[in-house]
C-alpha cells in the first residue's frame, strides 16, 4: 500500500550480484571433491568415506552454526554478519589451497569453510528485505538461487579439467584465490542497506529469540518445517547418491553425471522464470503444491525407469519445478513469520533440511538391497510426498504478498 512513497535503488543490482557471487563460490568449494573423490583418496592415501567426509562436514558443522549464524546477521546485518561468513571463506579457501598437499589441513581448512556456509546461506532472504520492494523479494532469492546451481555445475564441470592442468593442490589453489577476490570485492561493494528502506513493512523486526519463540506459534511455519525436511532431505539423498541410484539398472557414470547435470540446468532455467511469475501474480502456496506434485511423477522415472531419455526428461523436470520452489519458500516463510527476523525463518528451514540430509544419506546406504539397489528408500522418499501434498495445501496464503500488509 505505501511501497510507491519509498525508494528503489539500483544500486540493489550491484549488492545482489556480489552476494550471489558469494553464494557461488561456496558451493563451488563446497562440491570441489565430489568429481574427483578416487583421485583424491589416492593423492591422500586414505579411503573414498573420508573423502566424501570432506562433504559431509557441511551438514554435520551446519547443524551447530546455523542458529548463531542468523542471530549475527539478524543483529549485525549483511555487511557485518555476513561479512564474518565471507572472511572465513577467503581466508580458509587460501589455506586450503596452500596446504593442499595435507590431508589433515585440508579437513581443517574445511571445517572452517563450513563454518563460514551459514553466515552466508541464511542471509538471502535478509538481502532481499534490505534492498528489494516486496513484489521483487521471490525474484531476487530465485536470482541468488540460480548463483548457487551454477557454483554446483561449476564446481562438477571445471574441478577434474583443474586437477589435470594443475594438480589437486594446484586445483586447490586457484579456488582459494577466487574466494579470496570475490571475498575482497563483497567487502568493498556490498553495503548494509540504502539510504531509505524499500517498503515500509521493512522497518520493524523482532529480537531473534522472541523471533523464534513466534515462529514456532505460527502453524504455517511448521507445516513448512515439516515439508522442507522431507524434501531437502530427498534433493540431498538424491544428489549425493545419483551414480548409485541408477547404476543398478545399468546406467554409467557418465550417464549419471549428464544427469545430474541436467537436474542442475533445470533448477537454473526454473529459478530464472518461476520466482518472478510468483511476485508477479502475489502467489506462494500454489507453488509449493505444484512443484511436490511434479516431484511425485519425476522422482518414480529417476528412480525405476530403465529408458535413458526419460531419466534425462525426469531430472530436468524435477530440478526446474523443485529447485525453483525453494527461494519463494524461503521468502514466503519470511512473510508469514513477520516480524520475525528474516534470516531466522530461513535458517530453520535450513537446518531441518540439513538434519533429514544427513538421515537419508546414511539411510539410503543402510538400506541398500543385496544388488546395491536403493529401492527400499526411495519407496519410502516416493511415498511421503503424497503426505508432503496434503501439508501444503493446509497452507494458507501469504497475506503480505497478496495486499503488503503483514499477516495478522
Request: glycine fraction near 8%; aromatic fraction near 14%.
Amino acid at each position: 500500500m505505501g511501497d510507491k512513497t519509498f525508494t528503489v535503488y539500483k544500486y540493489r543490482w550491484v549488492v545482489l550480484f556480489f552476494y550471489s557471487m558469494m553464494q557461488c563460490i561456496m558451493q563451488m568449494l563446497w562440491i570441489t571433491f565430489a568429481p574427483i573423490t578416487s583421485e583424491a583418496a589416492e593423492f591422500y592415501q586414505v579411503s573414498a568415506l573420508q573423502i566424501g567426509f570432506l562433504s559431509m562436514v557441511f551438514m554435520i558443522v551446519y547443524l551447530f552454526v546455523s542458529i548463531p549464524a542468523s542471530w549475527a546477521i539478524d543483529t549485525f546485518g549483511i555487511r557485518k554478519g555476513v561479512g564474518f561468513g565471507v572472511v572465513l571463506t577467503g581466508i580458509f579457501a587460501m589455506t586450503r589451497g596452500f596446504g593442499g598437499d595435507s590431508f589433515t589441513w585440508v579437513m581443517v581448512s574445511m571445517i572452517g569453510i563450513a563454518v563460514a556456509q551459514p553466515f552466508i546461506l541464511n542471509s538471502l532472504t535478509a538481502m532481499a528485505a534490505r534492498w528489494f520492494p516486496l513484489e521483487e523479494r521471490a525474484t531476487a532469492a530465485g536470482i541468488a538461487s540460480l548463483f548457487l546451481f551454477v557454483g554446483l555445475m561449476a564446481g562438477l564441470a571445471v574441478t577434474p579439467s583443474l586437477t589435470i592442468k594443475y594438480g589437486i593442490q594446484g586445483m586447490l589453489k586457484v579456488y582459494g584465490i577466487l574466494a579470496l577476490v570475490f571475498a575482497v570485492a563483497y567487502l568493498i561493494f556490498v553495503k548494509e542497506k540504502p539510504p531509505t528502506p524499500p517498503a515500509e513493512v521493512d522497518t520493524e523486526r523482532t529480537l531473534v529469540f522472541d523471533g523464534l519463540k513466534h515462529i514456532f506459534k505460527q502453524k504455517d511455519m511448521i507445516l513448512l518445517l515439516i515439508i522442507f525436511f522431507f524434501s531437502l532431505g530427498m534433493f540431498n539423498a538424491v544428489t549425493t547418491w545419483i551414480e548409485q541410484i541408477i547404476a543398478p539398472r545399468g546406467f554409467t557414470i557418465v550417464q549419471a553425471g549428464n544427469l545430474g547435470g541436467l537436474i542442475m540446468i533445470g533448477g537454473i532455467i526454473g529459478c530464472i522464470i518461476v520466482p518472478p511469475i510468483a511476485d508477479k501474480i502475489r502467489k506462494r502456496k500454489i507453488f509449493v503444491i505444484l512443484s511436490l506434485v511434479l516431484t511425485l511423477p519425476t522422482l518414480i522415472g529417476m528412480s525405476f525407469t530403465t529408458s535413458y531419455a526419460l531419466l534425462l526428461f525426469s531430472g530436468f523436470i524435477f530440478g526446474f519445478f523443485f529447485l525453483s520452489v525453494g527461494p519463494i519458500i524461503y521468502q514466503y516463510s519470511t512473510e508469514i513469520c513477520y516480524p520475525a527476523p528474516e534470516a531466522t525463518s530461513q535458517g530453520l528451514l535450513i537446518l531441518a533440511g540439513q538434519i533429514s540430509g544427513i538421515i537419508y544419506i546414511f539411510g539410503m546406504d543402510a538400506f541398500r538391497l543385496a544388488d546395491g539397489s536403493m529401492t527400499p528408500f526411495l519407496l519410502f522418499m516416493i511415498a511421503v510426498i503424497p503426505i508432503e501434498i496434503f501439508l501444503a495445501a493446509r497452507l494458507k496464503e501469504s497475506t503480505m504478498v497478496e495486499t503488503g500488509v503483514k499477516n495478522e
